[in-house]
């Protein structure tokens, strides 16, 4: 699926040891530059800190107070980093609207922008594989769709999530690009979900699932990760599974960016699929275009296009449209859907509203009632590895440096660190070509049109024993 999460402006198992020297990142520094020993002593005021060892909480949800970036040896902490959500957007587009001015010169309206190189200032500090897992920001709301006996109460729940999945991408007020993943490039994380995890009264609930996506995770939490599977043209896939409610999602997007004159168009090929095993039902969703407008000068994001929801043994469906706001009045964000029963061609019920706010549900009998609002549920923060424990193919170990010098202003470290993650790219692709050795993905395969999880749950998991389920309103 795309959200804001992809909206990148224009923006195996592993063939021996490339995979992780593919995503290698460049050596760290080791003395503090004038401007990090001065943020260094900015940040010193936070309260939060970030445990050494053991799983990091992403700093998702609203409240929380940054970290503080430095430990207490006085050395950066990189993942204290990735949780501080502070951004110096308007300085950096004041600043630079020369830089952007003319790298805008460069191009022609229409122009395919995927290899188009852009300035370092306008990236946000994560990659985009990670912000695929928003879609998962309200983990609830995705595992829920196994619980209801009704078909047309998952359709419905399965619209609603959808529905939720867009908002959390958004960290910045301004419209920043993630980092471009490196082939090979993978992340990882999970969720306690609330109301499951550490609830069920299951003996194995907390069982590690060993033969999973992460195999540190129990059955109760649900576990995602992706992989950059082809880097011309940009394909990620990622993948999702809550192993006691037998539920996984599992998606492709290739990204096609175009330069529109003031505003950067993106549209998102691909679809997802949400498993439900215990009813042996699929349900396929594809993705709305997005868009960067106002790039001169304040840049902002919105999504648009139509959208669809299907499930072909059941028959149930949903069209969902992405309004883009008029040129002149209009509200932004607005976000209109219909739910139809099998061989229906009038909808059973109706959603409106803005896919980050409140969304309003009407049903044939005239009622109305609040479908979801998104900022009235709160963000699961999702758990990540310390960068210490992680793989050096890894995305946060991948860009940490360039992250780092985003975090502390410094774009001179930034750029020579992005520049150094290219360059190894280059490297290995002409290394790859002199030796002839063709790039092996590692935890997905190409199936026809599809990327796929190599080991879905699907594929793991034992015959279901629970022939109840409990009905949630």
């Excluded at 309260?47 to 970036?69: D, F, H, M, Y």
């Excluded at 168009?265 to 095993?277: K, P």
Aim: with cysteine.
């Amino acid at each position: 699926m795309i959200s804001l999460k992809s909206l990148s402006w224009p923006f195996g198992r592993r063939n021996s040891a490339s995979a992780a020297a593919s995503a290698a990142p460049p050596p760290p520094d080791q003395s503090l530059s004038r401007r990090e020993s001065q943020a260094r002593d900015a940040a010193s005021s936070s309260s939060t800190t970030v445990s050494g060892s053991g799983p990091v909480a992403a700093n998702e949800g609203g409240g929380s107070r940054a970290p503080p970036l430095y430990k207490s040896d006085g050395s950066l902490d990189y993942d204290a980093l990735y949780e501080d959500d502070e951004e110096q957007d308007l300085v950096s587009m004041e600043c630079n609207g020369s830089v952007v001015s003319h790298l805008l010169s460069q191009v022609k309206i229409g122009m395919d922008l995927t290899k188009v190189a852009l300035p370092t200032f306008i990236l946000e500090r994560r990659s985009l594989l990670e912000m695929y897992a928003d879609y998962f920001a309200h983990p609830d709301l995705f595992v829920s769709i196994a619980d209801f006996t009704d078909p047309r109460d998952r359709m419905v729940q399965v619209v609603r999530w959808y529905l939720s999945s867009y908002h959390a991408g958004r960290k910045s007020a301004v419209a920043k690009k993630p980092y471009n993943p490196v082939l090979g490039e993978m992340f990882k994380c999970w969720w306690d979900v609330p109301g499951i995890t550490g609830c069920s009264n299951s003996p194995t609930a907390k069982d590690e699932v060993k033969d999973g996506p992460i195999p540190w995770c129990t059955q109760d939490q649900l576990v995602f990760l992706s992989e950059q599977v082809s880097h011309h043209p940009p394909i990620s896939a990622f993948y999702a599974e809550h192993y006691d409610k037998r539920i996984s999602f599992c998606a492709h997007v290739w990204t096609k960016s175009k330069f529109l004159g003031l505003s950067i168009g993106v549209h998102n090929v691909g679809q997802g699929c949400v498993s439900v095993l215990d009813y042996d039902e699929e349900y396929i969703v594809t993705f709305p275009n997005g868009y960067g407008r106002s790039i001169l000068t304040v840049p902002w994001i919105e999504l648009g296009g139509t959208v669809t929801v299907t499930c072909n043994k059941t028959g149930y469906n949903a069209t969902i449209e992405f309004l883009t706001k008029p040129f002149y009045g209009g509200k932004k964000n607005r976000v209109s859907a219909e739910v139809f029963a099998p061989a229906e061609k009038k909808p059973f019920l109706t959603v409106q509203g803005e896919w980050n706010g409140a969304m309003e549900a009407k049903w044939p009998d005239g009622r109305t009632e609040l479908f979801v609002d998104v900022n009235k549920i709160p963000i699961i923060k999702k758990c990540v590895k310390p960068i210490s424990e992680q793989e050096s193919n890894e995305s946060r170990i991948v860009w940490k440096e360039v992250t780092a010098g985003l975090r502390l202003n410094d774009l001179d470290r930034a750029h020579e660190a992005k520049t150094t993650i290219e360059q190894r790219q280059r490297d290995l692709v002409l290394q790859r070509k002199n030796t002839n050795v063709a790039w092996e993905t590692q935890v997905f395969h190409e199936a026809g049109e599809n990327w796929v999880y190599k080991n879905p749950l699907s594929h793991r998991a034992k015959p279901s024993t629970n022939n109840t389920k409990k009905k949630i309103r």
